[in-house]
Nanobody
Framework: QVQLVESGGGLVQAGGSLRLSCAAS????????MGWYRQAPGKQRELVAV???????NYADAVKGRFTISRDNAKNTVYLQMNSLKPEDTAVYYC????????????????WGQGTQVTVSS
């Protein structure tokens, strides 16, 4: 069973920084793409940034140059460093991963964390 546990959200003033962490666990799994999505009130969940196990990244245009995704494959942990935060970054941030079942080499998708609230005040 795969579990994703996020931490690091909170309240920050505009222009400030926060760092989110997401630790993945699951016996017999190897994590492939890991990343972050967010959902603001009344809006659909959207991609923020994702990273492959090989280090490839993809960012939403709205966060390019301000957010940085990184990961520690040995710890199955992905991070999101968020700088120059804006009020429009306020949302619940969710960790997402897909995972390879080592025994069968089958890729499984759609694992989500419980979400962590990020609130940016103006």
């Amino acid at each position: 069973q795969v579990q994703l546990v996020e931490s690091g959200g909170g309240l920050v003033q505009a222009g400030g920084s926060l760092r989110l962490s997401c630790a993945a666990s699951g016996s017999g799994f190897r994590f492939n793409v890991m990343g972050w999505y967010r959902q603001a009130p009344g809006k659909q969940r959207e991609l923020v940034a994702v990273m492959t196990s090989g280090g490839g990244t993809n960012y939403a245009d709205a966060v390019k140059g301000r957010f940085t995704i990184s990961r520690d494959n040995a710890k199955n942990t992905v991070y999101l460093q968020m700088n120059s935060l804006k009020p429009e970054d306020t949302a619940v941030y969710y960790c997402n991963a897909d995972a390879l079942i080592r025994r069968t080499q089958s890729l499984t998708y759609g694992y989500w964390g419980q979400g962590t609230q990020v609130t940016v005040s103006s």
